[in-house]
C-alpha cells in the first residue's frame, strides 16, 4: 500500500496565525489526497480533498494545494481558532487501499 | 443514514478472552476498513475489503487476529485470545470505492484488555 509521510508531528500557532502541514507520497499513480481532522476523543473526519486534476482547493480557512511532479500536498490552515486544535491525517490512496499518514498534533494558543 | 456503525463502544474484557467487534458501514458503500489507533503506533490499517472480499490484511498483526465481511452491511473483527497489549481504539471506516472517494468512521470501539 501507498506510504505517505507527514510533517511535522506537532505545531504551535498563535491563535490567528497560519499553519501548514505537508505530506509526501511516492506512488506517481495516487490521483486522490484526503484531509482528515481527529479532535480530542473523536473520530477522523474527512475536512478536505483534492484529485490530481487540480493544483488548489479551497473551502474557508482551509485549503489543500498539490504539487504532482514533486509528489507532495499540503493543507493550509488561516485565520487558526482555538477549535482547529486536533490531530490531522494525510492519506494518498493507491486502489483501495486508504493508509494514512503518522498525524500532526496541531495546537492552536488563544 | 446513521454513519457508519460500531458496537460495542467500550469493551473491556480479561486477557485470554475473545473478543469481536462489529461494524455495519454506510448502506450504499462498496469498501470497507478496519484501523487500530494508539499513541504510540497512530492509526494502523489492519484490513480491508471491497465488495466483501478481504484484499489486503497485511495489517493484521498477528493470527489472533481475524476479519469477516458475510455481507456488504456487516463485518467483524476478532481477537482470540486478546492480550493487554491489543488495547487500542478500533475504528471501522466505509467508503465507496475506496481510494478515489473519502472514507467515513464510525465512532469507534474502546478495547481494554486486563
Known amino acids: 500500500g501507498e506510504n505517505v509521510e507527514q510533517h511535522p508531528s506537532t505545531l504551535s500557532v498563535q491563535e490567528g496565525d497560519s499553519a501548514v502541514i505537508k505530506c509526501t507520497y511516492s506512488?506517481?499513480?495516487?490521483?486522490?489526497f484526503p484531509w482528515y481532522k481527529q479532535e480530542l476523543g473523536k473520530r477522523p473526519q474527512l475536512i478536505i480533498d483534492?484529485?490530481?486534476?487540480?493544483g488548489e482547493k479551497k473551502d474557508q480557512r482551509i485549503a489543500v494545494t498539490l504539487n504532482k511532479t514533486a509528489k507532495h500536498f499540503s493543507l493550509h490552515i488561516t485565520e487558526t481558532q482555538p477549535e482547529d486544535s486536533a490531530v490531522y491525517f494525510c492519506?494518498?490512496?493507491?486502489?483501495?487501499?486508504?493508509?494514512f499518514g503518522a498525524g500532526t498534533r496541531l495546537t492552536v494558543k488563544p | 443514514d446513521a454513519g457508519v456503525i460500531q458496537s460495542p463502544r467500550h469493551e473491556v474484557t480479561e486477557m485470554g478472552q475473545e473478543v469481536t467487534l462489529r461494524c455495519k458501514p454506510i448502506?450504499?458503500?462498496?469498501?470497507l476498513f478496519w484501523y487500530r489507533q494508539t499513541m504510540m503506533r497512530g492509526l494502523e490499517l489492519l484490513i480491508y475489503?471491497?465488495?466483501?472480499?478481504?484484499?489486503?490484511d497485511s495489517g493484521m498483526p498477528e493470527d489472533r487476529f481475524s476479519a469477516k465481511m458475510p455481507n456488504a452491511s456487516f463485518s467483524t473483527l476478532k481477537i482470540q485470545p486478546s492480550e493487554p497489549r491489543d488495547s487500542a481504539v478500533y475504528f471501522c471506516?466505509?467508503?465507496?470505492?475506496?481510494?478515489?472517494?473519502?472514507?467515513?468512521f464510525g465512532q469507534g470501539t474502546r478495547l481494554t484488555v486486563v
Open positions: 475489503f471491497n465488495n466483501n472480499v478481504p484484499i489486503d
Open positions: 483534492i484529485r490530481s486534476n487540480v
Open positions: 506512488d506517481s499513480a495516487s490521483n486522490y
Open positions: 471506516a466505509s467508503s465507496f470505492q475506496g481510494g478515489i472517494q473519502g472514507a467515513f
Open positions: 448502506s450504499g458503500h462498496n469498501s
Open positions: 492519506a494518498a490512496p493507491r486502489d483501495n487501499d486508504m493508509r
